[in-house]
């Protein structure tokens, strides 16, 4: 598919029932029906950076801000592996606490227990990223959030684009399985501009891509814009499918966030991953990027036990592995 061909899947509502089918048919074909459960730990909510879109931006005060110590992020973690979880992902803020050293403690404490680790703590440098691989780090998720330059450099005052990319080469140059993605429904986002999004993650060739709706939050300077719709999120989700038939697609937590069964609906239109979250206690609610994230009031075991029963009521299956990619092509 070219520029045009996805700019009319993603402008044709219409017909979005015969796109989720054919995702839904593709996504059978080359991934299958085991659903690849990522277990996330929210450890920090602090973060050097102004993101416009961002809950947990530097100048949101009205925000309590933490951090997970490394000995109970492990203890955290610990328990999440003993509910069955194959892969952890460790998320925070640009919280520059967090050493080079101090992750890798907790990379190497956490790649004990069996299990494939995830790193989401955004741009750091080429030695630290190294040194996380060195130690055991198997995955990384950054979003490139928007291609347009010019809207990227607008929502996200002082950080550059390039230097961004920059880092997703290095990930790849470093042998990490590499997840990227963006928001949709971004203000002045145009949806030839995702057609080009879309392009962008499929020469990068990325191994999971993710994808959600943006939703403003109360206290950013976006406040009072425009969010993203489910449909066209859950459409560009379906044709990120047919271009990079192979990789895993997560059903993304902000899509659950509009609609009760958002991340249903993704499951059945290419999706294959999901995301539950296992931080404990208070946390939870102090790491809202933005609002109505769901699982605000659960503990890690009802997530676990709710998106289980979910999943096998359309009839399909928890991985017992890792859940890496594996490329067909
Ligand atoms: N709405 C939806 N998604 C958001 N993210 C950040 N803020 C918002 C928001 N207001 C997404 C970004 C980021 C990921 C962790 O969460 O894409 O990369
Ligand atoms: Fe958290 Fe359903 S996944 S309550």
């Given at each position: 598919?070219?520029?045009?061909?996805?700019?009319?899947?993603?402008?044709?509502?219409?017909?979005?029932?015969?796109?989720?089918?054919?995702?839904?048919?593709?996504?059978?074909?080359?991934?299958?029906?085991?659903v690849?459960?990522?277990?996330?730990?929210?450890?920090?909510?602090?973060?050097?950076?102004?993101?416009?879109?961002?809950?947990?931006?530097?100048?949101?005060?009205?925000?309590?801000?933490?951090?997970?110590?490394?000995?109970?992020?492990?203890?955290?973690?610990?328990?999440?592996?003993?509910?069955?979880?194959?892969?952890?992902?460790?998320?925070?803020?640009?919280?520059?606490?967090?050493?080079?050293?101090?992750?890798?403690?907790?990379?190497?404490?956490?790649?004990?227990?069996?299990?494939?680790?995830?790193?989401?703590?955004?741009?750091?440098?080429?030695?630290?990223?190294?040194?996380?691989?060195?130690?055991?780090?198997?995955?990384?998720?950054?979003?490139?959030?928007?291609?347009?330059?010019?809207?990227?450099?607008?929502?996200?005052?002082?950080?550059?684009?390039?230097?961004?990319?920059?880092?997703?080469?290095?990930?790849?140059?470093?042998?990490?399985?590499?997840?990227?993605?963006?928001?949709?429904?971004?203000?002045?986002?145009?949806?030839?501009?995702?057609?080009?999004?879309?392009?962008?993650?499929?020469?990068?060739?990325?191994?999971?891509?993710?994808?959600?709706?943006?939703?403003?939050?109360?206290?950013?300077?976006?406040?009072?814009?425009?969010?993203?719709?489910?449909?066209?999120?859950?459409?560009?989700?379906?044709?990120?499918?047919?271009?990079?038939?192979?990789?895993?697609?997560?059903?993304?937590?902000?899509?659950?966030?509009?609609?009760?069964?958002?991340?249903?609906?993704?499951?059945?239109?290419?999706?294959?991953?999901?995301?539950?979250?296992?931080?404990?206690?208070?946390?939870?609610?102090?790491?809202?990027?933005?609002?109505?994230?769901?699982?605000?009031?659960?503990?890690?075991?009802?997530?676990?036990?709710?998106i289980g029963?979910k999943i096998m009521?359309i009839?399909r299956k928890i991985?017992?592995?890792?859940?890496?990619?594996?490329?067909?092509?």
């Amino acid at each position: 598919m070219n520029g045009e061909e996805i700019l009319k899947l993603l402008e044709d509502e219409k017909n979005e029932a015969e796109l989720f089918r054919q995702a839904d048919l593709v996504r059978k074909q080359y991934v299958g029906d085991e659903v690849h459960l990522r277990g996330l730990i929210e450890f920090s909510n602090i973060c050097r950076n102004n993101c416009m879109y961002c809950g947990i931006r530097k100048d949101n005060k009205k925000l309590s801000r933490f951090r997970i110590e490394p000995d109970e992020l492990v203890k955290t973690v610990q328990k999440a592996v003993n509910l069955g979880f194959r892969t952890i992902v460790m998320q925070s803020g640009e919280d520059m606490y967090y050493t080079r050293d101090k992750l890798c403690r907790i990379i190497a404490a956490i790649k004990k227990f069996d299990v494939a680790v995830t790193l989401s703590v955004g741009e750091r440098t080429f030695a630290d990223y190294k040194a996380f691989r060195e130690v055991g780090a198997d995955r990384y998720l950054m979003r490139i959030e928007t291609t347009d330059k010019d809207l990227y450099h607008r929502l996200n005052p002082k950080m550059s684009w390039d230097y961004r990319y920059e880092c997703l080469l290095m990930l790849k140059e470093l042998g990490y399985e590499l997840g990227s993605g963006i928001m949709v429904g971004l203000p002045g986002q145009s949806l030839k501009s995702i057609a080009e999004d879309l392009l962008f993650l499929k020469r990068l060739d990325v191994d999971m891509a993710g994808i959600g709706p943006f939703i403003p939050h109360q206290e950013t300077p976006l406040a009072n814009s425009c969010g993203g719709s489910l449909h066209l999120a859950l459409r560009t989700m379906a044709i990120m499918r047919l271009l990079l038939p192979d990789i895993n697609i997560p059903a993304t937590t902000a899509m659950e966030s509009l609609h009760p069964k958002g991340r249903i609906l993704a499951l059945q239109s290419g999706a294959n991953v999901v995301m539950p979250n296992i931080t404990e206690g208070e946390y939870r609610r102090l790491y809202q990027l933005y609002p109505g994230k769901i699982c605000i009031n659960e503990t890690p075991v009802q997530c676990r036990s709710c998106i289980g029963l979910k999943i096998m009521s359309i009839g399909r299956k928890i991985g017992m592995g890792y859940g890496s990619r594996k490329k067909v092509l």
